[in-house]
């Protein structure tokens, strides 16, 4: 049972890593593409 748990923990912790990367990722680079897209050099790109 114990090995079960420490399974399911290790499964949710990856899962939460992940979502956060990919919320990071999202959240960093949408409004970037939007900026770039309806405003050029707003960003000093």
Avoid: D, H, T, Y
């Avoid at 090995?3 to 960093?28: C, P, Q, T």
């Amino acid at each position: 049972m114990k090995r079960l748990i420490r399974n399911v923990f290790e499964l949710v912790s990856l899962w939460a890593v992940l979502g956060v990367i990919l919320f990071l990722i999202v959240w960093l680079v949408l409004p970037q593409l939007f900026e770039a897209s309806a405003a050029r050099g707003v960003w000093g790109a």
